[in-house]
């Protein structure tokens, strides 16, 4: 299976990944404390990471690859931005890697501490040919489960609506016949139009 950054990034942000037992390729063991922040922008794939090395607290960035050369192909080690990067997370492990400051980075393998179930279901998913890629799933969802997330999302649903019912009695100093005409107003124009019938309604 193609695995690519975009999965790895979102195993990492995730934890899909087991915790237990993580260590370095130079065998040190790791602990993740903290994944740190998704960055949309340039730079490192996560910022404000926590992560833990034997006793020690390191406090950085991380930043991800397919290989770990690929650290080299997009030319890092010549940019000072990575300096702060304090783990380098790869899906496999054909070089060791150093920074701007010529110091050499943690390696962690993630293909190492990731299920295969985890992968299969991706890729499942992934060549589905349905609009909704995980329509398949539904049936192997444990009834009561789909039960009660039905309802959960019946009763969140239900609070949403009467939060906004309660802005518009308060608006209306806790006139309920005015708060009526201008929810029925608004339910009226449902879906695209809902706030345009409610300023009318008001």
């Not at 991380?62 to 080690?77: P, T």
């Not at 992968?119 to 799933?137: G, H, V």
């Not at 539904?138 to 999302?153: A, N, R």
Request: with cysteine; glycine share 4%; proline share 2%.
């Amino acid at each position: 299976m193609l695995v690519t950054e975009n999965l790895m990034q979102f195993i990492w942000k995730l934890r899909l990944f087991r915790a237990n037992g993580l260590h370095s390729t130079d065998g040190e063991p790791l602990a993740v404390v903290h994944v740190g922040q998704y960055n949309t922008d340039s730079g490192p794939d996560f910022l404000m990471s926590h992560i833990r090395c034997k006793d020690n607290d390191w406090f950085g960035h991380v930043e991800m690859h397919i290989q770990s050369s690929d650290w080299d192909r997009h030319c890092h080690q010549e940019d000072t931005v990575y300096n702060n990067v304090i783990l380098h997370v790869v899906w496999r492990n054909d070089k060791v890697i150093y920074r701007n400051d010529g110091t050499s980075i943690p390696t962690l393998v993630l293909s190492e501490y990731v299920e295969q179930h985890l992968l299969e279901r991706y890729s499942t998913m992934m060549n589905a040919k349905s609009s909704i890629p995980c329509e398949f799933q539904l049936g192997s969802i444990d009834l009561f489960k789909k039960s009660m997330w039905l309802s959960t999302l019946a009763v969140e649903r239900l609070e949403m609506k009467v939060q906004q019912v309660l802005l518009i009695l308060d608006q209306f100093n806790t006139d309920w016949e005015k708060t009526l005409w201008v929810w029925i107003c608004r339910c009226i124009g449902l879906k695209v139009n809902a706030d345009t019938f409610q300023e009318l309604g008001e």
